[in-house]
């Protein structure tokens, strides 16, 4: 049997480069000495084999097998898209 594999929640900050994208996931956590909660976020290259998503999706990503030298992720699903901005 597998292990469990990490998962995170994030939004998509680049979109780019082709099958990859770029999400930052939140956590926040209580700073040791003061007590104050502090928001820290996480940069994780993802794969997206279709390329549906979008700059501003909130997407959920799995831990897999190195695909490349940074990418360590990929997409499992997008759930919700970006609201369309008029130019």
């Given amino acids: 049997m597998r292990n469990k594999r990490k998962v995170k929640v994030g939004k998509v900050t680049s ?16 700073h040791p000495q003061y ?16 390329g549906e998503a979008g700059v501003g999706d909130l997407v959920m ?7 490349s030298k940074t990418k360590r992720w990929r ?8 609201e369309e901005q008029a130019v």
């Fill in 15 to 30: 979109a780019r480069m082709n099958k990859t994208i770029i999400v930052s996931a939140e956590r926040s956590l209580k």
């Fill in 35 to 50: 007590g104050k909660v502090i928001k820290k976020t996480s940069k994780v290259y993802a794969h997206d084999e279709k």
């Fill in 61 to 67: 990503v799995m831990e897999t097998r190195p695909v």
């Fill in 75 to 82: 997409l499992t699903r997008i759930l919700a898209k970006a």
